[in-house]
């Protein structure tokens, strides 16, 4: 949530409609609603409705912000079992069990598809998203390396955690919320994220784990997870250092198990201590609800979970929040009842053939060259040419926009903060037609955005962290 300052100017008001709501038309009615403090009133529940409503629609269309990875299109029937639960609190677990068990099927279906070598064994918990579950899977590294430190009685303070500069905000968060020192691999050359080298050189006996991103929210390209475990079992062999694994599969994490099922990035290397991923991104439910899974319950210190008593049960959690909506957790549980596996895996190949081919064709067009195809995660990067010097990926974006596509742009992080570039992210509900207009219309825009002496947009300075 932004940081909202209050405003310093009281109050505004906005005349009604004569039409909204109760409002008698003839008698000009001169009834206005103050918007930043209380009304002394309240207003009739139609009226109030239509003000929002209205005021609403200055934001963007959901279905063309290829900016973001949270789903936007839910069928009926998830949308009216959704609406069934809206009042369920997921810490009510007593009150709501059946909710609570089709919070734990989830946690198990996860567990049998990241392939947890004995899933009885694997734990987790359904969280707010992704950043909420990274938080908890950074705090059971923490946890367990100042147990291990304190059991063979050295120091356990300033504790690490190496990651590639890519790495989305939120283990920023995590670093600066829980005192962690961030060691942060730069990108380098063609290299947009973190190399198991690169990993391992960072290593030392104050690490308590290693990111590895599967799916880079900069480009969608998957972080060598495979690699950086096994260059950390060669450092346990040489130097004796353990060092675990978690897999920021946000993304990736409901992409690859259904298309790249040769990629072994999951519980399959016994170096993964744990897992999470966004349930409202290729999880295919609206914002709301991410997972995170550990191997077995070694890999999460039990002081960590609290038990709550005082709702009727004894249950434990692991959270950061207390209350939180239960119809995200319903709606998980629904796609993965509805698809199955093979349901996935036909909903995320749309997504990337439309994502491979739509890549192939903004290629074409001649000024812009690929950061990455769309080939891992259904998502692609790209950037002008270097012989293109009229116009910026800023300039792109702004004029996109004009049309309703939302398609960022922003700089790469260190040290390839000066390579800019536009993100295409498709999701379940673009489809090729859609598509095959965004290119049309990226297409009619390059005669005039050619025309301009130079580019108009430059990055206000703005780092990108969606
Ligand atoms: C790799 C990665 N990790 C974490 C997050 C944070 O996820 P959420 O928005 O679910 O909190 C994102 C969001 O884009 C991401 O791409």
Same mark, same amino acid.
């Given at each position: 949530?932004?940081?909202?300052?209050?405003?310093?100017?009281?109050?505004?008001?906005?005349?009604?409609?004569?039409?909204?709501?109760?409002?008698?038309?003839?008698?000009?009615?001169?009834?206005?609603?103050?918007?930043?403090?209380?009304?002394?009133?309240?207003?009739?529940?139609?009226?109030?409705?239509? %003000?929002?409503?209205?005021? %609403?629609?200055?934001?963007?269309?959901?279905?063309?912000?290829?900016?973001?990875?949270?789903?936007?299109?839910?069928?009926?029937?998830?949308?009216?079992?959704?609406?069934?639960?809206?009042?369920?609190?997921?810490?009510?677990?007593?009150?709501?069990?059946?909710?609570?068990?089709?919070?734990?099927?989830?946690?198990?279906?996860?567990?049998?598809?990241?392939?947890?070598?004995?899933?009885?064994?694997?734990?987790?918990?359904?969280?707010?998203?992704?950043?909420?579950?990274?938080?908890?899977?950074?705090?059971?590294?923490?946890?367990?390396?100042?147990?291990?430190?304190?059991?063979?009685?050295?120091?356990?303070?300033?504790?690490?955690?190496?990651?590639?500069?890519?790495?989305?905000?939120?283990?920023?968060?995590?670093?600066?919320?829980?005192?962690?020192?961030?060691? &942060?691999?730069?990108?380098?050359?063609?290299?947009?994220?973190?190399?198991?080298?690169?990993?391992?050189?960072?290593?030392?006996?104050?690490?308590?784990?290693? +990111?590895?991103?599967?799916?880079? &929210?900069?480009?969608?390209?998957?972080?060598? +997870?495979?690699?950086?475990?096994?260059?950390?079992?060669?450092?346990?062999? &040489?130097?004796?250092?353990?060092?675990?694994?978690?897999?920021?599969?946000?993304?990736?994490?409901?992409?690859?198990?259904?298309?790249?099922?040769?990629?072994?990035?999951?519980?399959?290397?016994?170096?993964?201590?744990?897992?999470?991923?966004?349930?409202?991104?290729?999880?295919?439910?609206?914002?709301?609800?991410?997972?995170?899974?550990?191997?077995?319950?070694?890999?999460?210190?039990?002081?960590?979970?609290?038990?709550?008593?005082?709702?009727?049960?004894?249950?434990?959690?692991?959270?950061?929040?207390?209350?939180?909506?239960?119809?995200?957790?319903?709606?998980?549980?629904?796609?993965?009842?509805?698809?199955?596996?093979?349901?996935?895996?036909?909903?995320?190949?749309?997504?990337?053939?439309?994502?491979?081919?739509?890549?192939?064709?903004?290629?074409?067009?001649?000024?812009?060259?690929?950061?990455?195809?769309?080939?891992?995660?259904?998502?692609?990067?790209?950037?002008?040419?270097?012989?293109?010097?009229?116009?910026?990926?800023?300039?792109?974006?702004?004029?996109?926009?004009?049309?309703?596509?939302?398609?960022?742009?922003?700089?790469?992080?260190?040290?390839?903060?000066?390579?800019?570039?536009?993100? +295409?992210?498709?999701?379940?509900?673009?489809?090729?037609?859609?598509?095959?207009?965004?290119?049309?219309? %990226?297409?009619?825009?390059?005669?005039?955005?050619?025309?301009?002496?130079?580019? %108009?947009?430059?990055?206000?300075?703005?780092?990108?962290?969606?």
């Amino acid at each position: 949530m932004a940081l909202h300052p209050a405003s310093s100017t009281g109050h505004q008001r906005r005349p009604r409609h004569p039409l909204h709501g109760l409002a008698n038309p003839v008698l000009g009615e001169d009834l206005v609603v103050p918007t930043e403090r209380l009304a002394e009133q309240p207003l009739p529940a139609e009226t109030a409705y239509r %003000l929002v409503h209205d005021e %609403l629609l200055l934001d963007g269309n959901a279905q063309l912000n290829l900016a973001t990875f949270v789903t936007t299109w839910m069928e009926p029937e998830a949308n009216r079992l959704m609406g069934e639960c809206t009042e369920k609190n997921m810490i009510d677990k007593d009150e709501y069990p059946q909710t609570a068990e089709l919070e734990r099927r989830c946690v198990s279906m996860l567990a049998h598809l990241w392939n947890a070598p004995v899933p009885e064994r694997a734990v987790g918990c359904s969280t707010t998203g992704s950043s909420e579950a990274c938080m908890l899977a950074g705090m059971a590294l923490k946890r367990r390396w100042v147990r291990r430190r304190q059991e063979a009685g050295q120091p356990a303070d300033r504790p690490n955690l190496v990651m590639g500069a890519n790495v989305q905000v939120c283990w920023e968060k995590f670093c600066n919320y829980w005192e962690v020192e961030p060691r &942060t691999v730069p990108m380098e050359g063609d290299r947009y994220h973190l190399s198991a080298e690169e990993a391992v050189a960072r290593c030392d006996e104050r690490t308590i784990g290693v +990111v590895a991103v599967l799916g880079s &929210t900069f480009d969608g390209s998957y972080e060598p +997870v495979a690699e950086i475990a096994g260059a950390l079992d060669d450092l346990q062999e &040489t130097k004796g250092l353990d060092v675990p694994v978690h897999v920021d599969g946000a993304s990736g994490g409901m992409v690859a198990p259904f298309l790249d099922p040769g990629t072994v990035w999951d519980f399959r290397l016994p170096r993964v201590a744990s897992v999470n991923t966004s349930g409202h991104k290729y999880g295919l439910v609206y914002p709301g609800v991410g997972w995170v899974l550990w191997r077995d319950e070694d890999m999460l210190p039990s002081e960590l979970v609290f038990n709550v008593n005082y709702l009727g049960g004894n249950m434990p959690t692991f959270a950061l929040n207390f209350s939180r909506p239960g119809a995200q957790v319903v709606g998980q549980y629904y796609m993965f009842l509805r698809l199955g596996f093979q349901g996935f895996k036909a909903v995320q190949k749309a997504s990337r053939d439309v994502a491979t081919w739509l890549a192939g064709q903004v290629e074409r067009l001649g000024p812009f060259q690929l950061v990455t195809r769309g080939d891992q995660l259904p998502v692609f990067a790209f950037t002008t040419r270097p012989g293109t010097t009229a116009f910026s990926v800023f300039d792109v974006s702004r004029r996109m926009r004009e049309r309703g596509w939302l398609v960022p742009a922003y700089t790469f992080p260190a040290n390839r903060s000066d390579l800019s570039v536009l993100r +295409v992210v498709v999701r379940n509900g673009f489809s090729r037609d859609l598509a095959g207009l965004f290119v049309e219309d %990226l297409g009619r825009l390059l005669p005039q955005l050619s025309r301009q002496s130079g580019p %108009l947009e430059a990055d206000g300075g703005a780092g990108f962290h969606h």
